[in-house]
DNA sequence: TTATATAACAATAATGATTATCACTATGAA
DNA sequence: TTCATAGTGATAATCATTATTGTTATATAA
């Protein structure tokens, strides 16, 4: 009856860009799952990836970390946890749960302001390690 | 000798702007700034109103809030504060920060993972009260 | 006030990510 | 195998944003 009954056939490019997000840490956007995937099937079509990403995320498959530099980046690991952005690079990497406000926090934020939360995203963003985030020499003269 | 040092003369549409966005609390999109300043600058080009959105930024003035359904959205409110964002009808509004992880959260991340942080994004996203959020009746059949 | 340098402007073209269209192909059920 | 239709590649269209260009407004000095 509702949307979700539609018929899925078996899909051997849909299992692939699935499986190209869920087992990547690289939070891949459909750009990047394209690029990893046409060696293996040439005649991919960019259209393909945009349109499967979409189906994976209407069934809770993956889900979507936001957008980085106007390209949206995808995520296979649906628990409730934190990203690190580099700003520098657009490296996307994932943080521990410990750094999620508590999850009551959504709660309380639902009955104060009278709305219904479905979920959160908490979004760290500045500098990797490998961007120079941390190794203290070099002052980053190019801001 | 930086870019910071580029000479700015006054101009009547940045101020109209800067004040679109630090006095509302919608949260507009380039769009809304452009369509809520058309009748008072009636030759307005949305091309402006991107440019000096972008120098408004730059400067500090204003900060983004991230995309919504595609547009971008800016905050004329500097403070670390959490946003909600309604998945219907695309408001976003205000969150107290009493709702933000602590602050301390942020330099543990940057240890532990070494990174440098230099500002964070904390989003609720649901279903607004205007939208059917909490008066509990009529179940969204729509979905 | 006029003159001059240039930031800001409107109009518009260009870009880049994403979505829609369409003729053809592959999947799954009979 | 046959059939209905979901899935596909190619490509056009859309939408937000950015760049370009010739003109206008602003700041400063004479």
Chains 1, 2 share one sequence.
């Not at 943080?95 to 709305?115: K, T």
């Amino acid at each position: 009856m509702n949307a979700r009954s539609i018929k899925r056939k078996h899909s051997r490019r849909r299992d692939a860009i699935a499986a190209a997000i869920c087992d990547s840490r690289e939070h891949p956007s459909a750009e990047a799952v394209y690029r990893s995937l046409k060696p293996r099937f040439p005649s991919l079509s960019l259209g393909t990836v945009y349109r499967n990403i979409s189906m994976l995320r209407e069934e809770g498959v993956i889900k979507s970390v936001g957008a980085v530099s106007g390209e949206e980046r995808f995520d296979g690991d649906l628990s409730d946890h934190p990203h690190f952005v580099c700003e520098r690079c657009g490296a996307v990497m994932d943080i521990s749960e410990d750094f999620s406000p508590r999850l009551s926090a959504a709660e309380e934020v639902a009955s104060r302001y009278g709305v219904a939360v479905t979920r959160r995203a908490l979004v760290y963003y500045g500098v990797c390690a490998v961007c120079g985030g941390i190794s203290g020499d070099a002052a980053p003269g190019g801001g």
